[in-house]
């Protein structure tokens, strides 16, 4: 199974069901904290189409800083697989 990390409309990210914090630091320790992505080394990201860039790019940074290796983008329209991805 894969790690999703998803992104709401309103830029709420979160790690699975989980909700990350909307602080960089605190997020970036959250990710690193993963068993599962430190495991991996990857996880795959999705966004809503209406979320802001730039709150996308704030991801990716916790992202590197909390050295996750491999970062994958979902982009797949069929909202029930990207659900069935995340189980």
């Given at each position: 199974l894969y790690?999703?990390?998803s992104v709401d409309k309103t830029g709420r990210a979160f790690l699975g069901t989980l909700p990350l914090s909307e602080?960089?630091?605190q997020m970036k320790q959250e990710i690193a904290n993963n068993v599962k992505i430190k495991e991996d080394g990857r996880?795959?990201?999705q966004g809503?189409?209406?979320v802001d860039h730039g709150r996308i790019v704030d991801i990716l940074a916790a992202l590197k800083d909390a050295e996750v290796?491999?970062?994958n983008f979902v982009l797949d329209p069929n909202?029930?697989?990207v659900e069935e991805m995340k189980q």
């Open positions: 790690t999703v990390i602080n960089p630091d996880v795959f990201l809503d189409k209406n290796g491999e970062v909202p029930q697989r």
